[in-house]
Each structure stands twice: as structure tokens, then as C-alpha cells.
């Protein structure tokens, strides 16, 4: 079974135990950019991965979600950003680039610039780590929101904090989703990585250090304080948080932005 892997930092929660302590029997682990590992669960070359939100409503009719896990914060995370030249105010028919490494923040750029600030941009494709030459604004995200730059921008507004702000919800970056047609022929190993995440997140809790620590190692230019970075993420996928993804989902699906979702269908297995 192929499984995929953010290869963030605010991904190896999950993984600390697969990579650290006891591989699963039969699994291979390919690590990506988010939007690499959404096209890659489209196209069915991986069987089970974590993917952008905006993604899994594309492909909702393909997919199961895990009920257990998601990458959420509530309000500031730090690691979805908006890097401007102007104020978040005066972007109306400047030039924004988006990041080409994931799918949720770039919908959830739109949905915050046209809904609440009304403003209409000129979005252009970049690099997961752009420069601001010719460019207006510019969303980054994931560890490239975290690293130290040469080019500080004056204004940098957190998209979690705004959401947060703007909605009242918080955001549901990524879910957990398998494809459907290999649930029956894989749920062993389905179950055994159900398994490693829930000890990771208990390793999370248990011996932190330890966990930082590889972290530290496996992202070493890394600038924020990772400990407080977990810390703001949330990784249970509870009530609170289905719901704020269903209100994300019911706004960018009628301004057209994402195929419209009506629920999500959960593997319900622990």
C-alpha cells in the first residue's frame, strides 16, 4: 500500500512512529508537497494520504476520510501566510502570487480577499517559496512560511487568524483519505497506520522532547519554536472541526472554487 506523506513539519506528528520507531509490514511512505500528494491520490498512485481539504471535496465521490485525524488550527498557525508590499486592504487588482504546494490556503486566500475585503486580484502561479519581485502579495505555506528570509515583507497576515476573525471557525488544512477501492483489499494495513498515528500523537503527548527533537533534525532550518507550533495545530478531528470544514466547503463551493460537497463519507475504524 502507498501512503503518502506531507513533508512538513506540522505532518510528523502523525508519522513520528512509522519513521522513528516500527515501520507497517507492506506499506511504502512517499513523501511530497501537499499538492503533489493530492494529484497523486487522484490519480490513484497512492492508496491512502493525507491531502488538501479543498482536495478531498473534488474527489469526495473517490474517497473515505479517517474520522480520527486532521491538520486544523484555531485562529493563528503561523504556517499559512500572506506576505504583502500593501496592506490586506488595498490588494483590489494587484498581483498575488499562489503558492504552488497546496490547495486549501490558496481557496481560503480567495474566499477571505473577494468575500471580506472585496478585492479582485490578479493571481498568478509561483514557486513554494516566492519573492515578491513583481508581485503585490504572495501566499506561502508549510515550511516555507518558516524559514528565515532575505526579503522581509512589510505586511504578513496569518490566513488562520483572519479565518478565524472573518468566520468565527477555524480552518481544516488537510483531512486523511483513502481510496474506496482499496479499503477491502488493504484494511489490515489501513488499520495498522490508523494504529501508528494514534501512538504518534500519544508520543506527542507522552515524550515530546523526543519528538521535537526529531522534528529538529528531520527540518533543521526551521526558525519558530516548534513546541508552540504544535501546540496551536489541532490534530483530533472533533465535531467542532467537521463542522467548521462543512462551512468551508458550503462557501467555496458556491463561489465555484471547489466542486460542491454536501458530507463527507468517514472509514469509521480505529
Known sequence: ????????????????????????????????????????????????????????????????????????????????????????????????????????????????????????????????????EGMDAALVIGNDAMVNTSEPAPYIYDLGDLWLRKTGFPVVFAVFAVRRSIVEKNITQIKAVVSSYHSSLSSLLKEKDLVIAKAREKYPDIVYDISSYYDRLQFEFSEDLKNALMFYYSVAGEMGLIKKVSKIEYLDID
Open 1 to 132: 500500500m502507498n501512503l503518502g506523506y506531507i513533508d512538513y513539519l506540522n505532518c510528523y506528528p502523525f508519522y513520528f512512529h512509522l519513521f522513528e520507531k516500527k515501520p507497517v509490514h507492506g506499506v511504502k511512505i512517499v513523501s511530497r508537497y501537499p499538492a503533489i500528494l493530492n494529484q497523486m491520490l487522484t490519480d490513484g498512485e497512492l492508496d491512502m494520504s493525507p491531502i488538501s481539504s479543498a482536495t478531498c471535496a473534488d474527489v469526495a465521490n473517490e474517497v473515505m476520510v479517517l474520522p480520527q485525524f486532521c491538520l486544523s488550527s484555531v485562529g493563528y498557525v503561523g504556517s499559512v501566510i500572506l506576505t504583502s508590499r500593501v496592506p490586506i486592504e488595498d490588494l483590489n487588482h494587484r498581483k498575488i502570487g499562489l503558492t504552488s504546494a497546496s490547495h486549501t490556503s490558496v481557496v481560503l486566500l480567495k474566499i477571505l480577499l473577494e468575500n471580506y475585503y472585496k478585492a479582485k486580484p490578479t493571481y498568478v502561479p509561483t514557486v513554494p517559496r516566492p519573492v515578491l
